[in-house]
């Protein structure tokens, strides 16, 4: 047997193993391992192409209470293996460390994700430092949006500083990393019809200045991207400007097409561009938006859950809240085994491509990580294989 051919082999056969023992804990879980907790629906920003903007800078909506968060915390029956801070723009919320610590002391999770557009860098970076001082031997991520380009990034985000500030961010989270290796960063980049031109010269700014290529994901909608959702949580009232959305066969065909270029781009100049679980997250999603395919069977809803600012309770951010935490005292756990939930979980047929929810499903998914295995193997870039139905 060939030297390649055995190593995809040995791959193969630990990735197996892998989601043979995710897929054996799946029904053990009481709570998720994923939460997405919205701490603010205050923004800076307003991007064009955002789902969530009908519910930003709402004076009327309260946000859940430290102390509140802190009930939320502790009545959850596992260590989370990561929280995702989001919102809004998660650092206007004054007590955002607090939060963090909070979070860390009574949870441990596995890492504490925080995004941010990075318009505020010099309030983020006093804010990062904060939160590693407040949490001793946890792990913490900030996660920058880069959407393009200058010009592209600026327009799409509707203000001229956003672009540079976002820079500035990251060189300066770039430097305390380099001090403190509990703190990683990651680059998020929403790839739209209104970017995919320029993606190549944002790579090389990321490279450049950061170190490392960003995390591509493509921007989704609800006329677009989510496909048989149950009747009593489908979501009509989210989507992104026309001008972002992609339409049809056209619009994928186009991003792939740039896509693989930048990947050659790349690994002409000896640098990964892509990762390849991210290349075929990304495969995922196009072959989603073209033919409607289903590719691997969600587990929003079972490993993952999102709560909102006031304390909604939604399985993913595609569907409807069905659930608010304080008709349950604020206890997460009675709530996610009620027999209501239980209920609505038993209807989740839907498939989407939403990046977060997609990402964990492929880690459940026996094909999926055969898959990866093999590509890792024999070096192989899963988007400059054709698309299928």
Known sequence: MALTSLRTVKAAARAALQVRRKRAQLDHWVTPRVIFLYVTNRCNLSCSHCFYAEELNNAGKPELTLEQIERIMGSLRHPLEMIDLTGGEPFLRSD???????VSRINKPGRIIV?????????????????LARTPGQKLQVAVSIDGAAEDHNRIRKNRYSFDAAFKLLRALRALAAREPRLTIRINTAVSMQNVDSLVEVFERCIAEAGFAPTIQIVRGASNSVFNPPALLANSHFDPSPEDLVKGAADVDHIQAKLEALIGHFR????ESIGIRTQQKVRYQLETLKYGSKRVDCVA????????EDG?????ENLKTFAHLRDYDYDFHRLWTAVRTRELQSTLRCHCIHTCNLSTSMGHDYGTQLVIARALSEKKDPLCEPLRA
Do not use: H, W
């Open 268 to 271: 002409a100049t000896g640098r």
């Open 301 to 308: 809803g079972k490993y993952d859950g999102i709560i909102y």
């Open 312 to 316: 909604a309770v939604a399985f993913c």
């Open 115 to 131: 995004n941010t557009n990075g318009l505020q860098s010099d309030k983020i970076e006093a804010a990062a430092i904060d939160m």
């Open 96 to 102: 955002l460390p607090q939060v963090v610590e909070a």
